[in-house]
């Protein structure tokens, strides 16, 4: 008699509260692990249908305690296993396909073949279902009525378009996740390809959702699959300007962008002599075409500081006669940096605060202003010069390079700094690229400006020398010993280069 009454009570049903308490913290979880997997870049958890398979069981459940009918009873009961196997099978593909393709234990799987496997597991589920349960041969109503067939092939026609359009699409590579493609005059990058429709984010950062059968029956322009993507950029440069020099510069200005690859090198023509200037063409190939806005922005900008440094612009019919710069004075004129800025900023940099005023001014009056964009080169590492840089304004950026390629920012530099003091004064190559990080405006002193002093007071060289050796040191933190010898090293380079001005 215990033991009945033992197995009465293990057959009692839950509660109600019982029953949506389980379903509450059911779908609590569901949000808690999508959170978690959207944090760690995880393919998201699809928690939508096991959460309305887990509302269905919770509702269908309540529901079965008040419904007296056993047709109604049997309907509730094939409803929520027809969620509840959906759901499961939906959870089985995203733990056997999705999660598996993420830690690269498997080859990728395109979205469209696993959303392809779920509708055809879905149908499967649901004909199974309704035969077993519900004694319903689908297979057998659809094809022996004609109302049904035709309302399914009418209702099955957009949508088999879609899925035949996104299949070939898979199937001959023309389009993948992550490519940059043209269609229909919208341009933006592929997100996901589904049975039905292709995602993509527009440059503008707007989504287009784009059915299949118009993507495949529409011309279909990819930047991405066969390479390197070349940008064309098109300017016209004044007459005045020689081609070959106009050419060489925007040459240098394409080599020395990080975003510009080297291979294929990039190409400068002649595109047509215009009504006020010559058209050139530049072509130059970088690896992501969504970069390419960046590109034409970045260089088109470093083309004008450029032409300004050369007393050229861009030449119209009307402001060309106004606003042209007419030699390089008048380009430097426009930097707002005055000779009392310029005595400020010399005056307070340890290497020069040992000269007079008379020798400051004389290297004002002879030094050269220059401003320069983003991301321009102001000298390479390698490269030869005879000068060094003062920063007036702006910031940039010191890096070396580390072979293949690869190189490694070492410092930043801000007003006040100098570089390029080892190449004037010992005849070095330049030990490290400078480029621009925010837009800078700088002195440039010459070497035989630094003669000229010399000429005047030869003592300077014992003074100018101890000071670069020491600053040497404190870059390459050398030892004592070894700062003393490098300072005698250089002093005899010194006297060897200024030899000429030195009588």
Not at 229 to 246: C, I
Not at 468 to 497: G, I, T
Request: proline share 4%; hydrophobic share 45%.
């Amino acid at each position: 008699m215990c033991i009945q009454d033992g197995a009465h009570r293990l057959k009692k049903p839950m509660a109600v509260w019982e029953l949506w308490l389980i379903a509450l913290l059911g779908l609590a979880l569901l949000r808690i692990l999508s959170r978690i997997c959207r944090r760690r870049s995880i393919p998201l958890l699809p928690w939508r249908l096991p959460a309305l398979a887990l509302c269905a069981w919770a509702l269908g459940t309540t529901l079965l305690g008040s419904a007296s009918a056993e047709s109604l009873q049997q309907l509730i009961k094939l409803t929520i296993e027809m969620l509840q196997a959906l759901a499961c099978s939906r959870l089985l593909i995203w733990l056997l396909l999705e999660l598996p393709t993420h830690y690269r234990l498997l080859p990728a799987t395109p979205k469209i073949l696993r959303d392809l496997l779920f509708v055809l597991v879905a149908g499967l589920i649901v004909a199974v279902t309704l035969q077993q349960r519900a004694k319903v041969n689908v297979l057998g109503v659809v094809t022996t009525s004609a109302v049904i067939t035709a309302i399914i092939g009418l209702a099955a026609q957009e949508p088999l378009k879609d899925l035949l359009g996104g299949l070939s699409l898979h199937l001959d590579r023309s389009l993948r996740e992550g490519d940059w493609i043209e269609t229909n005059g919208q341009i933006g990058n592929v997100r996901a390809i589904s049975w039905r429709d292709t995602q993509m984010r527009c440059i503008d950062g707007s989504n287009l959702i784009i059915p299949n059968a118009t993507i495949t029956s529409s011309n279909l322009r990819n930047f991405s699959t066969k390479g390197p993507y070349g940008n064309r950029l098109f300017v016209g440069l004044s007459y005045n300007f020689p081609p070959g020099q106009a050419k060489a510069l925007l040459l240098q200005l394409a080599n020395q962008h990080p975003l510009v690859l080297k291979q294929p090198p990039a190409v400068v023509r002649i595109a047509s002599f215009d009504d006020s200037s010559i058209r050139y063409e530049l072509l130059a190939w970088q690896a992501d075409y969504g970069q390419s806005l960046g590109l034409r922005s970045d260089l088109m900008e470093q083309l004008w500081y450029a032409l300004a440094r050369q007393g050229q612009s861009i030449p119209y019919p009307v402001r060309e006669l106004l606003h042209q710069p007419k030699n390089n004075k008048q380009a430097q004129q426009s930097l707002g940096i005055d000779w009392e800025q310029k005595l400020e900023i010399l005056a307070k940099i340890p290497l020069f605060k040992s000269l007079s005023q008379n020798q400051l001014m004389q290297l004002i009056q002879h030094c050269h202003c220059h401003s320069y964009g983003n991301d321009e080169t102001i000298v390479a590492e390698g490269a030869e010069g005879d000068s060094l840089f003062v920063i007036c304004r702006g910031l940039a950026q010191v890096s070396r390079e580390l072979g293949q390629g690869n190189s490694i920012d070492v410092a930043q530099l801000g007003p006040g700094d100098i570089f390029g003091e080892m190449t004037l004064f010992g005849g070095e190559c330049r030990s490290a690229t400078v480029r621009v990080a925010q837009e800078t405006q700088l002195l440039e002193i010459e070497r035989p400006v630094i003669a000229d002093l010399l000429e005047d007071d030869p003592e300077l060289l014992e003074r100018f020398g101890l000071l670069v050796s020491q600053r040497s040191a404190e870059l390459n933190q050398l030892e004592s010993s070894a700062a003393q010898a490098q300072q005698q090293d250089l002093l005899q380079k010194m006297r060897v280069l200024f030899n000429s001005w030195l009588r």
